[in-house]
């Protein structure tokens, strides 16, 4: 058995689960050399919501970003997370423009693009699975992991072979909503390792306040490759403690190799970072509890506040238990989709309608019909024509891949942003955020903000 490598997640993933992805790249600059130094298989630093929330609120350019953390972390590999045909935006983008974002990607200093699609249908990931692998880089394909009927270890192996045979690396089981528990998780990464040749990669969260076990069992499963974050930014909607799942296998044949000292050090960087966030109201203490309620409801639990917040906004809250017995009737319905962004706000915003208006489907959201016409890709379990025509009426169903009726789309984005563009990448960004793009490209232009160049960054902060 190989020892156990280990993904830090605290540049991305475990600030987007605990403060909305706020954290500046000031904060991250004084650690990065330490970080580069512990030997991490690789640091997840770029993608997910870090784009959005760059040019959103914290006026950075995402692309500087990425190339200051390149030049601070030349010795680890850098990792991002991608929406398949959904880019780091919210809708299906045509081929040319994924392939030139997986492109630049690679150019400005990522090594792994971990892929995945909300609907698990591979036909989204295929064009960004062929852009990594043309430009080197590192293709690892995530399965959206979900609970149900039709969710069965067979069902993750057939996707999990159709995975490989993409063309992909490496796959990561992604738990996302932490509904995985620890024997499921143990015969699931054994299955798949017996399933597949390539690498598995365990990818969970602490809500449950399960995640450290579940990785326990994948180990001795043999996982290959497990996501943390570093102990002030761990637990609660987070992940497992880095440093203590360092310490659990010490001295095994799993033993990862790092040196607990070494994070020690980088972890008192961290813990002044966590204390700011909570003196400065950023970091709500709540976020780092336990909920077990995405296991009771079978639910994620951001799905779980957002349905509370739109039945108190329509004076309903006492229907909450109504709404949660309906969700899973409307995911049937509509194919069993996993529960993850944008299905999840998808099903439970049409839960909330069938429950208030008191008739089911009496009223459709835009997005819902959406779902179920195919806009979104092949659902897992395909959708009975009598409730595609209760839903679309005579409008027709798209069954082939969604992306096939774009038109490419980078020389129309290039002349839309032409007046703001100082770089190539600016296309890109432009692309996925039409309305927030030029606000901020308008703000960088006038150097409202101090973080416009890796000297200016560097001349701010003192090394840890």
């Not at 390149?70 to 392939?99: I, S």
């Not at 200093?109 to 989204?124: E, P, S, T, V």
């Not at 990464?189 to 990785?215: N, R, W, Y």
């Not at 703001?420 to 150097?447: G, H, S």
Request: aromatic share 8%; glycine share 6%.
């Amino acid at each position: 058995m190989a020892k156990l490598k280990i993904t830090e997640t605290v540049l991305r993933d475990a600030h987007q689960s605990l403060i909305a992805t706020r954290m500046p790249i000031e904060d991250m600059l004084p650690a990065l050399s330490a970080m580069d130094k512990i030997g991490f298989y690789s640091a997840e630093v770029w993608g997910g919501a870090t784009f959005d929330s760059c040019i959103r609120f914290l006026g950075e350019d995402p692309w500087e970003r990425l190339r200051i953390i390149r030049k601070e972390m030349p010795n680890t590999k850098l990792q991002m997370l991608f929406r398949g045909q959904n880019m780091l935006g919210y809708r299906h983008y045509a081929d040319d423009l994924v392939e030139y974002f997986v492109q630049k990607s690679i150019a400005n200093g990522i090594d792994i693009i971990r892929i995945f699609d909300a609907l698990n249908d591979i036909r989204n990931l295929e064009t960004a699975i062929k852009a990594a692998k043309k430009e080197q880089g590192h293709a690892q394909v995530a399965i959206s992991y979900t609970t149900g009927e039709v969710f069965t270890e067979e069902y993750y192996i057939n996707y999990a072979k159709a995975i490989e045979n993409a063309g992909a690396d490496s796959i990561c089981i992604k738990d996302m909503a932490a509904l995985l528990t620890p024997y499921e998780t143990g015969r699931l990464v054994k299955a798949l390792k017996e399933a597949v040749k390539i690498p598995i990669q365990l990818h969970t969260h602490f809500t449950s306040g399960l995640a450290d076990m579940c990785i326990m069992q994948a180990v001795e499963a043999g996982v290959d490759i497990v996501d943390t974050a570093m102990s002030p930014l761990a637990l609660g909607t987070s992940h497992a403690p880095t440093e203590s799942i360092v310490a659990a296998f010490k001295g095994t044949e799993y033993d990862t190799g790092l040196d607990l000292v070494a994070l020690n050090e980088l972890r008192g960087y961290f813990m002044g970072l966590r204390k700011k966030y909570i003196d400065s109201g950023l970091l709500d203490p709540s976020m780092l509890t336990t909920d077990t309620n995405a296991l009771l409801y079978q639910v994620p639990g951001g799905m779980l506040s957002n349905l509370l917040s739109q039945l108190k906004q329509a004076g309903k809250e006492d229907q909450l238990e109504e709404v949660l017995a309906e969700v899973p009737r409307v995911r049937k319905d509509s194919g069993f989709p996993p529960l993850v962004t944008p299905t999840s706000q998808i099903v439970g915003t049409q839960a909330v309608f069938n429950i208030i208006t008191g008739e089911r489907y009496k009223t459709v959201t835009k997005e819902f019909k959406g779902l179920v016409k195919g806009e979104y890709g092949k659902t897992p379990v395909e959708i009975s024509e009598e409730f595609k025509k209760k839903i679309l009426g005579d409008e027709e169903a798209i069954t082939c891949r969604p992306a096939d009726l774009l038109q490419p789309e980078f020389e129309k984005m290039k002349l839309e942003c032409a007046e703001w563009c100082q770089q190539e990448e600016d296309i890109l960004t432009y692309a996925m955020f039409p309305k927030v793009a030029p606000k901020f490209f308008e703000q960088r232009r006038n150097k409202r903000f101090g973080i416009d160049s890796h000297a200016d960054v560097a001349n701010k902060v003192v090394p840890i």
